[in-house]
């Protein structure tokens, strides 16, 4: 069974860091590219960052120069290190993958940017 688990949300001051992680089980981590995707309320998921199997990383236009994702395969575990946030990054963000046959979501974290 597979599971993918965040943990690290939280309250945040504009301007302030956090880094939320996802640790995945039941899947051969190493072998697919990680995701993170984050949904505020009322607006659509977006596809916040991704990890390749080889470390390669993409990101959306809005958080580049401040998110930096990497993948531990040690431990099965994703990060999202995210920095200057302001309160557009206030959202669930959710762990995903995919393989050839069924994608994988994890129940997300919450990251809340406010004063």
């Known amino acids: 069974q597979v599971q993918l688990v965040e943990s690290g949300g939280g309250l945040v001051q504009p301007g302030g860091s956090l880094r939320i992680s996802c640790a995945a089980s039941?899947?051969?981590?190493?072998?697919?590219?990680m995701d993170w995707f984050r949904q505020a309320p009322g607006r659509q998921r977006e596809l916040v960052a991704s990890?390749?199997?080889?470390?390669?990383?993409y990101y959306v236009d809005s958080v580049k120069g401040r998110f930096f994702m990497s993948r531990d395969n040690a431990k099965n575990t994703v990060y999202l290190q995210m920095n200057s946030l302001t309160v557009e990054d206030t959202a669930v963000y959710h762990c995903?993958?995919?393989?050839?046959?069924?994608?994988?979501w994890g129940q997300g974290t919450q990251v809340t940017v406010s004063s």
């Open positions: 990890i390749t199997v080889t470390g390669n990383t």
């Open positions: 995903h993958t995919q393989t050839s046959t069924r994608e994988f």
């Open positions: 039941g899947i051969s981590f190493r072998a697919y590219t």
